[in-house]
């Protein structure tokens, strides 16, 4: 079993939908979470991080339940711009940083 | 600041042929991640740095693969000999700290083909 597993996806949408990416992780002692962005053939950029109360950056919102060990990310009104792989991200006590394997996403007009 | 810079941005080469990525982390990163990312395994980390000295390299794949970073503007990830299956892209990262709430920048990545 991966230590991070994500939503395997594609997620195509309409543009202005509501879409939600989940992710779950199996190291009870990791300490931080994030979600990142990767654009194709591009470089993985950190889109947000996750706390415990959940967290809201515009359109976007990260929740996180340590109980069962989930982290969630919701994208509101959905732009074309947002099509792209997601990459749920957990890091250890020890700074090591362990990637899902990514969600696609495709907004279509 | 220029961000992690990586050298080459694309690398073709046949097996069995020594193959050097460069990185140079950002200025006053003290943490230096190389990973590797492929459709079929996704982003692994390969090996990081702490200060120049090598912390962790339990993900580095087999010893054809090594890593130095001889200060704390560069590191070098080295295969040799190269086989087809290291095609992938190769990213390097750098933190402030290292600590779990940090986050990572990455370099734009070396593109790598082994035919």
């Known amino acids: 079993r991966k230590e991070v597993e994500q939503d395997p996806g594609p997620f195509n949408v309409p543009e202005g939908a509501t879409v939600a990416f989940n992710c779950t992780y199996s190291?009870?002692?990791?300490?931080?979470f994030f979600w990142y962005r990767q654009d194709c053939r591009k470089e993985p950029k950190l889109l947000m991080s996750?706390?415990?109360s959940g967290n809201e950056d515009g359109r976007f919102t990260a929740q996180l339940n340590r109980a069962s060990q989930y982290i969630s990310l919701l994208i509101r009104d959905s732009k074309l711009s947002d099509s792209a792989t997601y990459l749920c991200?957990?890091?250890?006590?020890?700074?090591?940083?362990?990637f899902g394997d990514g969600t696609t996403l495709t907004v279509k007009p | 600041d220029a961000g992690v810079i990586q050298s080459p941005r694309h690398e073709v080469t046949e097996m069995g042929q020594e193959v050097t990525l460069r990185c140079k982390p950002i200025?006053?990163?003290?943490?230096l991640f190389w990973y590797r990312q492929t459709m079929m395994r996704g982003l692994e980390l390969l090996i990081y740095?702490?200060?120049?000295?090598?912390?962790?390299d339990s993900g580095m794949p087999e010893d054809r693969f090594s890593a130095k970073m001889p200060n704390a503007s560069f590191s070098t990830l080295k295969i040799q000999p190269s086989e087809p299956r290291d095609s992938a892209v190769y990213f390097c990262?750098?933190?402030?700290?290292?600590?779990?709430?940090?986050?990572?920048?990455f370099g734009s990545g070396t593109q790598l083909s082994v035919l």
């Open positions: 190291n009870s002692a990791s300490q931080s």
């Open positions: 740095f702490n200060n120049n000295v090598p912390i962790d």
């Open positions: 990262a750098s933190s402030t700290t290292g600590l779990p709430n940090e986050k990572l920048f």
């Open positions: 996750v706390y415990s």
């Open positions: 200025s006053g990163h003290d943490y």
């Open positions: 991200v957990v890091n250890t006590n020890a700074g090591k940083s362990t």
